[in-house]
């Protein structure tokens, strides 16, 4: 906390429409928003020595899945994770996804954990991090998400897909080489569930999409042919960024070559500047997208989008056990900011 | 991750009946649950020589809300907190909690910051911690929650009080001198609604309070007069531990000085073994209990408990994208080496 913190607006609590979540914005407890720096910057050059996801190291790996091209000189990797949290190898018994257990817990539900984690690796070489990569570099890695997600969907039991990139050591990162991983669930997991509810209360409140909808101005960063970057209205973290395709769009894997190139783009900028931003924090990217067994491929109320949270502090007991998040920056503060920044590319 | 991992169970999904929450438990990705141990432990003399909450400073401090015993030789002081998260100076405007706003965010809620952030300063002296104290001095830091909570409630914009504490730097505490925080809220968090609607579908399945139910003796820890401790069914991080009242009861306020003695000596024994076991891990505690405005003052189907969390590892894409959490220890594990691991008391 500063000694002096500045005259600040009073705190306020914001219920996003997309998330449902409540959080409370609390101007007091922090610096200026501008005075925000990453304490636990990251290092992307350490530990290369022995690095399993290294170019000719592959041997040091789980199976492969695919790579891209398809030959010795790889620019990307799909890979099994050599430590997954899901089993491929599980018989998963069809419809006790619903049975109670009596076992341990009575009415409590237990499903086998079945599913897959997968790796991305983005780049052959370990000094090189995914905002390095051209548009159309990082493009292709969001087709391998796409590619991926696509040959998961011949899988019965798999109900969700979550894509998530974690960069540094305090955001989860276990090996600091660029990668992103692909974990497919038995389950749709209760942040997706409580996202869909509330987009499709707003949907039908409003008759329109709540992402589709167009932003305020004071919440815009940058805006590109097919996206658009945004602090969100009520921001769970400080400098919280989501990337919203600017037509409906409710499956992540409707995406197209010329769109991931597009998205490429904006993701490379929007990671850029928060790294000049904030001293290139440690940070996590989501992919918030619809589950795989809805019928209705398009819903009218589901829109997919891409969240990118840095991590300047950790969670603490309030966190835990109210599920509000507490943040000190109001989103069009941080938005003007990132607006502002300026970095190379 | 043990470049050996024991051989282990197969990985399973299991839902939380209270929580609602899902939780995969993943041993594969884990060394033993006896090789857990925390890297960053506490040491509790450090930072002590100017610190606010100490006996003598008390001029340091934001105002007091009272202190026990009403003397200069207190024990225990409730203040106001110095960085407050909600301001107890706004206006509140009745009835504009259910109102949309539409300055930025459309359809998205808005309320104004109002409530209540106060520090519980648990001991006089810096280096004596919660465990330190007697079942009997806890008791007091118990009871001097309920009573700040009975104050609380003639607050009509007054929602939910939220109980917790933080120990230790990476568990969110900023000053190393024990303490605990009580923050009251003009919302019902989201974790507490999502609680009771699952506690509500149980008890209407079932016709019985789910923590009311006899639990199975495998997550039992330990037991006094009238509380149980338990490693929870689908405990969401690894070493979890809930107290909970053997009899029914919804609201934490309902505590008497009897039974709070009885829980001081419980909490400080699992605090203890959580020490001892985890080697001095940061960690939360926080207690769940009931909305203050429930007109049925006694719910059949919620059921107030304290919940404890050491910190053993962060947050990252995964859980921050699905809500889902990934535990390595099964909670039958864990609560089997609690249940044997002897503490000096």
Redesign the interface.
């Known amino acids: ?1 500063a000694a002096n ?1 500045p005259p600040t607006r ?8 997309v998330t ?3 959080v ?3 101007p ?2 922090a610096k200026r928003p501008s005075d925000f720096k990453s304490k636990a910057p990251e290092n992307p050059n350490n530990n290369s020595s022995s690095c399993p996801f290294c170019i000719g190291n592959e041997h040091e790996c789980a199976p492969e899945i695919f790579r891209v091209p398809n030959d010795p000189n790889w620019k990307l990797r799909v890979i099994q994770n ?6 491929r190898n ?1 018989e998963y018994p069809v419809g006790r996804n619903d049975e109670p257990s009596n ?11 079945f599913g897959f984690h997968d790796v991305v690796i983005e780049a052959p070489v370990h000094s090189i991090q995914l905002s390095d990569l051209s548009p159309s570099e990082i493009g292709d890695v969001l087709i391998a998400y796409k590619r991926r997600i696509e040959q998961i969907k011949g899988f019965d039991p798999i109900k ?1 897909v ?1 894509v ?3 960069h540094g050591a ?5 090996l600091s080489h660029s990668h992103s ?1 692909i ?1 497919s ?3 749709v ?4 569930s ?1 996202r869909l509810n509330s987009m499709k209360e ?1 949907f039908n ?2 008759g329109k999409c ?1 992402l589709c ?1 167009v932003q ?1 101005k ?2 815009l960063i940058n805006e590109t042919s097919h996206f658009i970057s945004i602090a969100p ?2 921001a769970s973290f400080p400098f919280e960024i989501w990337i919203i395709p600017r037509d409906h769009s409710s499956d992540f894997d409707d995406l197209d070559d010329e769109k991931a190139v597009d998205l490429g783009g904006l993701l490379k900028l929007m990671l850029r500047k928060m790294s000049s931003q904030l001293n290139n924090p440690p940070f ?5 997208t619809s589950p795989l067994k809805v019928t209705n491929s398009d819903l009218p109320y589901s829109h997919w989008f891409l ?1 990118i ?1 840095p ?1 300047l502090s ?5 966190e ?5 998040y ?1 943040n000190p920056v109001f989103p ?1 503060d941080a938005a003007k900011l990132l607006r502002e920044v300026n970095v190379p590319i």
Request: aromatic letters at 12%.
């Open positions: 906390m913190p009073s705190p306020e609590l914001r219920k996003d429409s449902g979540r409540w409370i914005f609390s007091a407890r050599l430590y997954p949290a899901l089993s599980l076992e341990l817990g009575g009415w409590n539900q237990v499903v086998p954990g969700y979550q998530f990139k974690n305090s955001a989860g990162a276990s991983q974990l669930l038995p389950i997991p209760p942040s997706v409580a707003y409140q409003t709540s909808e305020s004071d919440l209205f009520a996590n990217f989501m992919i918030h969240q949270v991590q950790g969670v603490g007991g309030f835990l056990g109210s599920g509000c507490i069009e």
